[in-house]
């Protein structure tokens, strides 16, 4: 059984929040101008209160969007393009395929297996963008020879 990939949910524990909230407005009224930096360690305890404790399904998703954000990159610098795109260009390229990503796991359940970790390409989220990158570039026309080093997200 492989993990559920989806938004997922953020735990947040409030009183560490609140605790640290009210340690920090303490120790900078109380200790005047030296207060500041005694502060400091309070101050990263909001932070870490703020963040808090992702789900498993969440760092799934997030681990997917990194991986295929990574991946798109290195392909877009791997290829010769006849004509380079403008960087709004490949934001909008890279913002529709990462939107593709999240809307395929909404719209049903797609489970990350260790299988899918040692083989990419069996991975049906990774294989619909390998799909989908060479169609968001053909506007900006790789060469012939080019369209091979697409195929190499299918082989592994």
Known sequence: MG?????GTTKRDWFKLAGATAEAAI???TLGKDGFSAAIPPLFRIL???RGEDSTERRAARFVLEVLSYSIAQTLQSI???RAPLQPEVEAIVQQL???VENLCDQQE???TAADLEHPSSFEIFDDISSRIFHEL???GPKAREAARFSHWRVA
């Not at 993990?3 to 938004?7: G, N, S």
């Open 3 to 7: 993990i559920l990939v989806k938004e």
């Open 27 to 29: 120790k900078s009224l």
């Open 48 to 50: 870490e209160s703020l």
């Open 80 to 82: 010769q393009l006849t």
């Open 98 to 100: 990462l939107a593709r």
């Open 110 to 112: 797609v489970f990350l």
């Open 138 to 140: 053909k506007p900006n």
